[in-house]
């Protein structure tokens, strides 16, 4: 046959999977790609074994490698969609803690902005430690640590 030889050396010149980035985040397309990946696989599995289903794992390796991320994202993805029947998207912000900054009020934060200008206007740098010394010698503020006011 003539059309399988093309079809054969169309497949030995096919690229392979791009990796995933890693920490990159894995989005609804490709979580979806995953999942029909995953499915397909489970059929050709189940046919080649006469109705014995492959284990999840061998899968989730099988598909890993097909997609071009590692396992325990595949095993991720396939237990979602296990358990839930679908996939979502993921979350892509990122929650950040409330700050001190944030508790303070609006009088505390003009004050140590003033702070923090009256040492360039002296021509000094303001540095942490120095103004940590500046704000806990002063009786109108709370008495900071020098993580809290870092962060």
């Given amino acids: 046959m003539p059309g399988t030889d093309s079809v054969l050396r169309d497949l030995s010149n096919m690229s392979p999977a791009a990796r995933n980035p890693r920490g990159k985040i894995v989005g609804s397309q490709q ?19 006469e109705g014995k289903m492959p284990t ?43 700050t001190v900054w944030n ?18 206007r002296r021509n000094e740098l303001p540095t942490l430690n120095a103004l940590l010394r500046d704000l806990n010698a002063d009786e109108d503020f709370p008495t900071f640590s020098r993580t809290t006011l870092y962060r």
Avoid: W
């Avoid at 508790?103 to 360039?120: G, P």
């Fill in 31 to 49: 979580r979806v790609l995953i999942v029909n990946t995953y499915k397909s696989m489970m059929c050709k599995k189940k046919e080649k074994n």
């Fill in 103 to 120: 508790n303070l009020d609006e009088f505390c934060r003009t004050a140590i902005r003033l702070k923090v200008h009256s040492y360039f």
């Fill in 56 to 98: 999840r794992t061998y899968l989730a390796h099988q598909v890993a490698e097909e997609v071009g991320i590692s396992v325990r994202t595949a095993l991720k993805v396939i237990d979602e969609y296990l358990e839930k029947g679908s996939v979502s998207s993921p979350n892509r912000k990122k929650r950040r803690p409330n």
